[in-house]
Each structure stands twice: as structure tokens, then as C-alpha cells.
Nanobody, 123 residues
Framework: QVQLVESGGGLVQAGSSLRLSCAASGRTFSSSAMGWFRQAPGKEREFIAAISWHGASTYYADSVKGRFTISRDNAKNTVYLQMNSLKPEDTAVYYC????????????????WGQGTQVTVSS
């Protein structure tokens, strides 16, 4: 009932910037927040950032704080992830997801996920 489509990934050099977009449809606004996660091969999916739909609350993982910025456009049902000063260790598939509870750091709180978009950062 919720569909999420990520876009904006690509191959960039270290120090470059990318902006990811997540277009949402369905009953997105019944969710508490939208989150961004990433997953590298052989690793668990990890939390990156989240933003509430109906307030102004944001939260960032320490690994990206100061470099990444999450934002939203409620009228367009879209959330964004601006990624600056990219590092090779940022290489992963990036997913957006919709949460229906307050525990934004817990991936089990997110029942709906996009298909992911690949971000590759070369050294």
C-alpha cells in the first residue's frame, strides 16, 4: 500500500556530492517518519538518517553527521538525502523506508522499503 522509489545514485569521486530522492505514494502520511538506510555487500543494513512527516524532527547516524542532510517536500511526497564530502566507505546500496513507530533507529520499525539505489565512491 506504500510504494517508494529511490533515484539519484551513481559513481563519483571522493569529496564529491550526490542528492538522492525518494518518491512516495500510497498512505505515506500515516507513517511517523521516512528513513534512509544503506547496505554494503556482506554487511547488515544500517540506519543513516530519518525525518518526520508531520513535524520537523531529524536524526542522523554519527558516521554521516555534518556531511549528509535529510529533507522533505510534503507536497511532492518526496524525501531527499544530500550527501557531501563523500568517502569510499560510503559506497553501498541506499534505501528509503517508511516507519510506523517512534524507534527510527530500528530497521524492524520500517515495514515498507524502496528497491535501493547504488552509490559508489572511488578513491
Amino acid at each position: 500500500q506504500v510504494q517508494l522509489v529511490e533515484s539519484g545514485g551513481g559513481l563519483v569521486q571522493a569529496g564529491s556530492s550526490l542528492r538522492l530522492s525518494c518518491a512516495a505514494s500510497g498512505r505515506t502520511f500515516s507513517s511517523s517518519a521516512m528513513g534512509w538506510f544503506r547496505q554494503a555487500p556482506g554487511k547488515e543494513r544500517e540506519f543513516i538518517a530519518a525525518i518526520s512527516w508531520h513535524g520537523a524532527s531529524t536524526y542522523y547516524a554519527d558516521s554521516v553527521k555534518g556531511r549528509f542532510t535529510i529533507s522533505r517536500d510534503n507536497a511532492k511526497n518526496t524525501v531527499y538525502l544530500q550527501m557531501n564530502s563523500l568517502k569510499p566507505e560510503d559506497t553501498a546500496v541506499y534505501y528509503c523506508a517508511a516507519a510506523y513507530g517512534p524507534r527510527w533507529l530500528v530497521k524492524e520499525e520500517y515495514p515498507y522499503w524502496g528497491q535501493g539505489t547504488q552509490v559508489t565512491v572511488s578513491s
